[in-house]
């Protein structure tokens, strides 16, 4: 990997957009062609989406070590391998344990059957760097983002079958 990467240093979660419902004319019209054939008009969640790895990474990945038969771009790795490929796995591991804590004391959530996956993202200023800026001209950072290089994070995404700890263990408090 020969490429030069930036490696977010936070959990990433897609962003909340909207709910789309099947009135939405404005959203349908130009976009329900876009799925497939059978797809009509219905009820949608609008969020931000996880943007593949850069392509030096994939390759990487896939030429050394996606299984010969699989043609499928999601595949579980583990630590030896992540190793092999001289990813940072301690810094990997931090940052999910974090979030994992987050999720545990601070959210009471038990976090059943999430996942975290690789992905990339637009780089935008740092939000140190955007205190900086002068709120009337907040424009300019449009003029900062970089639409061709992207970040790496790790994403965590999946939430469907997470439950309240509050729920699983009523009057549980973790304060």
Not at 8 to 32: A, C, K
Not at 82 to 88: A, G, N, Q, S, V
Not at 127 to 148: G, K
């Amino acid at each position: 990997m020969g490429a030069s990467i930036l490696l977010r240093n936070e959990i990433m979660i897609s962003q909340y957009g909207q709910f789309i419902t099947s009135r939405h004319d404005v959203f349908w019209q130009p976009n329900l062609e876009c799925f497939p054939t059978k797809v009509t008009a219905t009820y949608a969640y609008l969020s931000s989406r996880i943007f593949a790895l850069p392509l030096p990474v994939r390759a990487s990945i896939v030429d050394n070590l996606a299984p010969k038969d699989v043609k499928a771009h999601n595949f579980d790795r583990n630590v030896s391998e992540m190793e092999f490929l001289r990813l940072d796995t301690h810094r990997y591991a931090t940052i999910i344990t974090t979030a994992l804590a987050i999720l545990h004391w601070k959210a009471h959530v038990d976090a059943n059957d999430v996942e975290f996956v690789l992905g990339s993202a637009l780089m935008i200023p740092a939000a140190d760097e955007l205190d900086l800026l002068d709120p009337d001209n907040i424009s300019l950072v449009t003029h900062r983002l970089d639409l061709y290089h992207r970040s790496v994070g790790v994403w965590i995404l999946d939430f469907d079958c997470a439950k309240s700890l509050r729920k699983i263990r009523p009057g549980w408090s973790c304060s």
